[in-house]
């Protein structure tokens, strides 16, 4: 059971949007900067955003992170192929004193 | 080019040790803080270890408390980890991540198998 909770997967179509939901505490995201992640099966995973709604640069702006309260979402608009991949979300959880991630969503684009 | 290439993971019997390494390229490793993060088969990420840039910070996961050891070498832009006391659940494929509590760039990885 993960720290923080996001949905096991989403679908759009290509060109669409999605939105992946992160939901946490005022340990971890309601005191703490949130990042995402992207992970491809058999890759390094790559930081999509940080500090809530920075993208480190080469990230496109398709990809776009907001913060309210113990929760923050993950934006990806007009979907290709190549986003399918397993996204988290991570940040510091201040009771213990450790990084912590959430479960981790499937995306498909249909 | 920012690189974190991990080694040392491989078969090992439950209760056996295992030390994995980071070797750091292309940033001034002495200045960041580093992680280890797992993926067990079938799992989400878990974070393991941290460690601030001069040692003085050390923090673990529960799950690993007490069995695990992160260290680094600055001299030689390395990160380690010992990992003694293995169980079946250490089974994983075991990153390094540059950063502090956001991880800018990870590694490739190394699988750690433990199994009898």
């Known amino acids: 059971q993960s720290v923080l909770t996001q949905p096991p997967s989403v679908s759009a179509a290509p060109g669409q949007k999605v939105t992946i939901s992160c939901s946490g505490s005022?340990?971890?995201?309601?005191?703490?900067?949130v990042s995402w992640y992207q992970h491809l099966p058999g890759t390094a995973p790559k930081l999509l955003i940080y500090?809530?709604?920075k993208r480190p640069s080469g990230i496109p702006d398709r990809f776009s992170g907001s913060k309210s309260g113990t929760s923050a979402t993950l934006d990806i608009t007009g979907l290709q192929t190549a986003d399918e991949a397993d996204y988290y979300c991570?940040?510091?959880?201040?009771?213990?004193?450790?990084?912590?991630f959430g479960g981790g969503t499937k995306l498909t684009v249909l | 080019e920012v690189q974190l290439v991990e080694s040392g993971g491989g078969l090992v019997k439950p209760g056996g040790s295992l030390r994995l390494s980071c070797a750091a390229s292309?940033?001034?490793?002495?200045?960041?803080?580093m992680n280890w993060v797992r993926q067990a088969p079938g799992k989400g990420l878990e974070w393991v270890s941290s460690?601030?840039?001069?040692?003085?910070?050390?923090y673990y996961a529960d799950s690993v408390k007490g069995r695990f050891t992160i260290s680094r070498d600055n001299a030689k832009n390395s990160l380690y980890l010992q990992m003694n006391s293995l169980r079946a659940e250490d089974t994983a494929v075991y990153y390094c991540?540059?950063?502090?509590?956001?991880?800018?760039?990870w590694g490739q990885g190394t699988l750690v198998t433990v199994s009898s």
């Open positions: 991540a540059r950063g502090q509590q956001q991880l800018v760039t």
């Open positions: 005022t340990s971890n995201i309601g005191n703490n900067y």
């Open positions: 991570g940040t510091w959880d201040t009771s213990l004193s450790g990084v912590v």
């Open positions: 292309g940033f001034t490793f002495s200045s960041y803080s």
């Open positions: 460690i601030s840039s001069s040692s003085s910070y050390i």
């Open positions: 500090d809530n709604d």
